[in-house]
């Protein structure tokens, strides 16, 4: 049996319900045994037809006569017949299931499951699930031992064709034909592969379910792990074309020309990162920080590095928001330095007619088969979660094998380190510049709005500030319907704050009217800008002080604590009010805790990381289906014998066909 053949492979599946196998990330017999039961329905008791009640959830066994497809008066198509076994009978119908008179012949031994309600003023089972009992069935007819009777039953994630009783029915045939282990030696503490396979699909207790699941996540990390190391090993074999030469006077020149003093975290991450761009080998490193810890600022020292080594670099950001807020940032800081630095976005094209950039910044727009840049030495991705992995190759093909810098603000817990990012090195800023005040955060009930309002007006009048009032989109895109409802909003506070200058903002103004909105809000022409979420990264208002995010509850963690980092970054107090209909655990962990690593391992323990980490992390999918990366001990087995089992990885080729490659590629 291949593991890491295709699902076609298998009897019974061809290329139209391989495709309806592709909607539950299904491609390849070894996926299939690892799509887990949602749950589990205990079948394991067999009641007489005598001792059934109505409502009642039960398996009887017994022998069916002919079922017999009846159309009632409303048109609605029935299945009857009626099931005897020795202590008596009941009537079974099913609706609008034609198929069942051929696919049940008479006087066939059947085990049926499903509830009883009345019919005609008598109990009868219910659209029941039904198997077929290998004894007593009809001449030619063949039977099977039964995997749906007198046991406890897998119920799996369906999709529209495939029943959880297909799925199920292919992985009971399956388990017979794979071997018993897939490594070397089973891991310590933890059952055999086909054990745990065994087990997790068709247990004979409940209990048998834990240590189950628990080898199989250890064979999913482990798989990761060897992946990342696999990537990291092909990296290091690569060497930079150009090779960086830079004066470390230069360098403290400008780091001591500026404004404001550098954080222990940030001077610590600059020698991590001038270090790396003097090596041979691409870099590959991860700097992580708070919102408002500086990263652009040690990213612009990474770039002026690069540039005093006679090479370029390029500034990948998600949004035309950030992207103008990172070229407005280098521009300030090297305005002392003969530096030219260029903008390009879906409406902002690249001029070279005068001089070539030697920091190139911008979006997607930036992946253009026309952006050519010579000599790029130094990639730069923001927020790179945002961004996938062919997005991620196409960037770095326009450099030679260039270092790359990645950045982001979502703080990222050490179990997700441990499993995902074992290929990168990782600088963290867990400080925040000099002067900062934490936000003062308040969860503010529906009947203290109108005092919040009043409250807002005072602030801003008597102190001359500014504030962002946030509306949670009602869809997960910018629709029309949500933008309504901004709007709406927006007219609303119009009558509620009549002194005060308001300004709308979402992601569907066109890029020119959203730089005007923008710029008005900047140079403290607007008092309150009203928006969707599409502030959450990229803007930098030093006098705004107050964020007000209206059904705060809708909200992640992780989303929130970017909102609130909109605000505080200056010496003057800001606060962040949290409308909601009603507490939560995360509403109340926004009111107690300022740093981002401490909510993201909030997050993680209240929602998991499918929902935090769900899309693409660091430009890859994580796609764990069993582990979980609160398994803190089975990540750490994993990661030992990821190590001890790589060098003889090329003996082990069924490990290496496993391997998701397309999945966590590191390039």
């Not at 079922?67 to 008596?88: E, P, W, Y």
């Not at 090993?233 to 500026?258: G, M, N, T």
């Not at 009043?454 to 933008?483: D, G, M, R, Y």
């Amino acid at each position: 049996m291949n593991l890491a053949g295709n699902i076609t492979s298998l009897p019974g599946i061809g290329s139209i319900v391989a495709q309806k196998f592709s909607n539950l990330d299904i491609y390849t017999v070894f996926d299939l045994l690892y799509h887990l039961p949602s749950r589990y329905e205990d079948r394991t008791i067999i009641t007489p037809v005598s001792q059934i009640k109505v409502d009642d959830t039960v398996t009887v066994i017994g022998t069916i006569d002919k079922i017999q497809n009846v159309f009632t008066k409303n048109g609605k198509r029935l299945q009857l017949a009626t099931l005897a076994d020795s202590s008596g009978k009941i009537s079974v119908l099913w609706f609008n299931q034609m198929y069942l008179a051929k696919s049940i012949p008479p006087n066939s031994e059947v085990s049926l499951y499903g509830k009883i309600a009345f019919y005609n003023k008598k109990p009868a089972l219910f659209s029941p699930d039904y198997e077929l009992i290998a004894n007593n069935l009809p001449a030619g007819r063949q039977g099977h031992e039964p995997y749906a009777t007198g046991r406890i039953i897998p119920i799996y994630p369906e999709t529209a064709g495939l029943t959880s009783k297909f799925i199920r029915k292919k992985i009971f045939d399956l388990i017979g034909q794979i071997p018993e282990e897939i490594l070397p030696q089973t891991p310590a503490g933890l059952p055999g592969w086909k054990q745990a396979i065994s087990n997790i699909h068709f247990p004979k207790s409940l209990d048998q379910v834990e240590p189950a699941r628990k080898r199989l996540a250890f064979d999913e990390l482990l798989l990761i792990q060897l992946g990342n190391l696999q990537s990291k090993a092909q990296r290091q074999s690569q060497k930079v074309k150009y090779k960086f030469d830079f004066s470390d006077l230069e360098i403290q020149k400008f780091v001591q020309s500026l404004p404001f003093t550098l954080t222990n975290t940030q001077k610590e991450s600059v020698v991590e990162i001038l270090e790396d761009l003097q090596k041979v080998v691409p870099a590959n490193r991860l700097l992580q920080g708070d919102v408002g810890s500086g990263k652009t600022v040690v990213a612009a020292i990474a770039s002026l590095s690069a540039h005093l080594s006679g090479l370029k670099t390029i500034f990948l950001a998600p949004t035309q928001i950030l992207a103008q807020q990172h070229y407005q940032t280098l521009t300030d800081l090297f305005k002392n330095i003969d530096l030219k630095i260029d903008l390009v976005t879906s409406n902002h094209k690249l001029n070279t007619e005068h001089r070539t950039p030697n920091i190139l910044v911008g979006t997607h727009a930036l992946l253009s088969e026309s952006i050519i840049l010579e000599k790029v030495g130094l990639i730069v991705i923001d927020e790179q979660h945002k961004f996938g992995v062919i997005q991620r190759q196409q960037l770095i093909k326009k450099g030679d094998s260039p270092h790359v810098l990645t950045m982001t603000a979502t703080p990222i817990p050490r179990t997700v380190a441990l499993t995902l990012l074992c290929d990168l090195n990782v600088s963290t800023l867990d400080a925040l510049p000099s002067g900062r005040l934490p936000v003062k955060t308040w969860v503010v009930p529906e009947i203290k709005r109108d005092p919040a309002y009043k409250w807002i007006s005072q602030q801003l009048k008597t102190n001359h500030q500014q504030a962002f009032i946030v509306c949670p989109l009602i869809e997960e895109s910018e629709t029309l319907t949500s933008i309504k409802s901004v709007k709406k909003h927006y007219e609303d506070l119009q009558k509620i704050f009549p002194d005060l200058k308001l300004g709308l903002l979402h992601g569907r103004l066109k890029p020119k009217e959203k730089d005007t909105v923008l710029e008005e809000f900047r140079n403290y022409k607007l008092d309150i800008l009203v928006t969707t979420p599409v502030v959450e990264v990229g803007i930098d208002i030093p006098n705004a002080t107050i964020m007000l995010i209206e059904s705060s509850q809708r909200f992640g963690l992780a989303q929130l604590h970017q909102l609130r980092g909109r605000v505080g970054r200056s010496d003057k107090q800001s606060y962040c009010l949290l409308f909601a209909e009603s507490q939560t655990q995360r509403l109340a962990a926004m009111q107690t805790h300022h740093s981002g690593l401490e909510l993201a391992n909030i997050d993680l323990k209240i929602r998991g990381i499918g929902d935090i980490y769900g899309t693409a992390q660091h430009g890859r999918k994580l796609n764990l289906k069993i582990a979980g990366l609160t398994d803190l001990d089975l990540i750490e087995q994993s990661k030992r014998a990821s190590e001890n089992l790589f060098l003889s990885l090329k003996d082990l080729p069924l490990l290496s066909e496993l391997l998701p490659q397309d999945k966590i590629s590191a390039t």
